[in-house]
Nanobody, 126 residues
Framework: QVQLVESGGGLVQAGGSLRLSCAASGRTFSSYAMGWFRQAPGKEREFVAAISRSGGSTSYPNSVKGRFTMSRDNAKNTVYLQMISLKPEDTAVYYC???????????????????WGQGTQVTVSS
């Protein structure tokens, strides 16, 4: 079992930055690939970033590539999402997710993830 708690969301102006954190419970954090997803009102939850167990591999969709950076600190059981050059269309609830990973894979499909946090709101004003 893994419990995930996101933090760091808030209100920011367009062009600004935020860093989200996701703290995980459990002693096997380094055996999980991690991901960030977001969901805007009336839209489906979409992939934002993913990272492998060790942090050696990452993946991003084109919509955030170059602006968002995902990282992890396995000693602290925490993953981060650094977001810069934020746009109003980045407004959404951001969710952290964990997937049991036998290998150094990154997973971009939400169906792969077994555990989810409660989400943190990010609002970007124009």
């Amino acid at each position: 079992q893994v419990q995930l708690v996101e933090s760091g969301g808030g209100l920011v102006q367009a062009g600004g930055s935020l860093r989200l954190s996701c703290a995980a419970s459990g002693r096997t954090f380094s055996s999980y690939a991690m991901g960030w997803f977001r969901q805007a009102p009336g839209k489906e939850r979409e992939f934002v970033a993913a990272i492998s167990r060790s942090g050696g591999s990452t993946s991003y969709p084109n919509s955030v590539k170059g602006r968002f950076t995902m990282s992890r600190d396995n000693a602290k059981n925490t993953v981060y999402l650094q977001m810069i050059s934020l746009k109003p269309e980045d407004t959404a609830v951001y969710y952290c997710a964990a997937a049991a990973a036998p290998f150094e894979n990154v997973y971009i499909h939400r169906s792969t993830y077994n555990y989810w946090g409660q989400g943190t709101q990010v609002t970007v004003s124009s």
